[in-house]
């Protein structure tokens, strides 16, 4: 039988993506609010808060391709059960037909 991955480990690893994902996007939180609570006015500020702005988006983005990678990882788990259920009835059908052609009548 080829190797396979672990169907387990792929869908811990998206677990631990969509984590990181979740702490991406958590961990501008508050210069988000600064920046948008401050009271701030001139220039100075607008560039500030449209910094955050696109630092915001940045991570958003990063974050969805995590959590693409993640979905990636799940779904190659479920092909990987599929897989190796299919190998596990294909051998257990091979030694049915085994026995059946081995045992004197």
């Keep these: 039988m ?24 958590k961990a501008l939180d508050p210069l988000t609010r600064s920046a948008r609570g401050s009271g701030w006015q ?7 808060q449209s910094d955050v702005g696109t630092d915001q988006h940045a991570a958003a983005a990063y974050a969805a ?7 990636a990882m799940d779904a190659g788990a479920a092909q990987v059960r599929r897989y190796l259920a299919e ?8 030694k049915l037909h085994h026995m059946a052609t081995t045992q004197p009548n």
């Design 2 to 25: 080829a190797a396979v991955a672990n169907p387990d480990e792929l869908e811990a690893k998206a677990r631990q993506l969509r984590a990181e994902a979740n702490a991406l996007e």
């Design 42 to 48: 001139g220039s100075a500020a607008q560039q500030f």
């Design 65 to 71: 391709d995590l959590r693409a990678a993640a979905s």
């Design 87 to 94: 190998m596990k009835r294909i051998q257990e059908q091979e």
